[in-house]
């Protein structure tokens, strides 16, 4: 069922796409091909209506094993700290109750195991291993159909397409954004800052409580409702690089009514190790002029969250952009 605020999120290009029982050469593939080429060029976001989270994995997820992780002690959750984005981050001034952890090479289950092997050591938790590798195996479904539809909808040939989905890491992020203080006494607080993914594709499950808001190209805020059938994947950075500009990285916000205890899980695509993102060979020429030099994702996510690029506003231009003279 569409929420409520369809209609304007419809008005700023962003669409809801159901993608169930919708494969490759199937009935249905090529409007829904179109449609999410469309959502992500408008705006780099695109709402998915899918069966890949039912009652049973959203209780066993949200219920037990995200829950089970924050509650361990501080000092065991900031042992998994593992460079600028991986393992757990914990709450910084501008995101004062936000507090996550990023389990990385989770489809094949194995990063999970470790993860949950440094966490448990002396009683291990193999429920909550099974349940975050069974969601992250679920929504790799998602992610490829959604990525494939927006190269194949902007031009992009099988091979190139298959292609840039092969040079792809996996990871899950589980988020917690804890009640506010000064939501609570105002009805309404921010929890993290508007910002834009250093990642290629993120999709977005959120639990129960609402607080995912997208801005729109007149700088308005688009709140997007929590629904248990549908996620919101959002572009980041460097499917901007990819699509040479043709899909912008989404700009979004996390805010909460009410002081609510928020939970999310994230299914985020990044390069594998030692790739280099560069544009497309099929979304460059002569009228579309590369946008962005070949970008190393390592160097990248160093300058923009450790080096220089932490005082920049559009920290990628600076890092790989192409000079509007050469």
């Known amino acids: 069922m569409a929420s409520a605020n369809d209609a304007e999120l419809r008005r700023h290009g962003i669409r809801r796409v159901d993608l169930r029982g919708v494969k490759p050469g199937s009935r249905g593939w090529e409007e829904a091909r179109a449609a999410v080429a469309a959502s992500m060029e408008a705006l780099g976001a695109v709402l998915v209506v899918h069966d890949a989270l039912g009652p049973d994995l959203r209780r066993a997820l949200f219920g037990r094993a995200v829950p089970e992780f924050f509650a361990l002690p501080p000092d065991v959750k900031r042992g998994l700290v593992s ?22 090479e989770t489809t094949n289950g194995g990063g999970v195991r470790n993860v949950g092997d440094l966490l448990w050591p002396h009683g291990r938790n193999p429920s909550f291993c099974d349940t975050v590798s069974t969601f992250a195996t679920n929504m790799l479904g998602i992610q490829k159909r959604v ?101 912008p990285a989404c700009v979004h916000r996390v805010s909460a009514p009410g002081g609510r205890e928020r939970l999310s899980a994230q299914f985020v695509s990044t390069p594998k190790d030692g790739h280099t993102v560069r544009p497309l060979d099929e979304l460059v020429d002569g009228h579309h002029p590369p946008l962005y030099n070949p970008c190393d994702f390592d160097g990248y996510v160093h300058f923009r969250f450790v080096g220089d690029g932490r005082k920049l506003s559009d920290p990628l231009e600076a890092f790989c952009g192409v000079a509007k003279d050469e």
């Open 83 to 104: 460079g600028p984005i991986n393992g757990y981050i914990g709450p910084r001034p501008y995101a004062p109750t936000y507090e996550s952890v990023r389990a990385w």
């Open 147 to 247: 990525g494939a539809m927006i190269l194949e909808g902007l031009g992009v040939g099988q091979g190139s397409v298959v292609s840039h989905l092969d040079s792809l890491n996996y990871s899950v992020r589980v988020s917690r954004y804890g009640a506010s203080e000064a939501a609570a006494a105002t009805g309404y607080g921010k929890l993290m800052a508007s910002h834009r993914d250093c990642t290629v594709l993120s999709v977005v499950v959120q639990h129960d409580v609402e607080g995912l808001e997208l801005q729109a190209k007149d700088g308005s805020w688009l709140a997007v409702a929590p629904e248990p059938d549908t996620v919101a994947v959002i572009a980041g950075e460097l499917l901007a690089v990819v699509t040479n500009g043709r899909v």
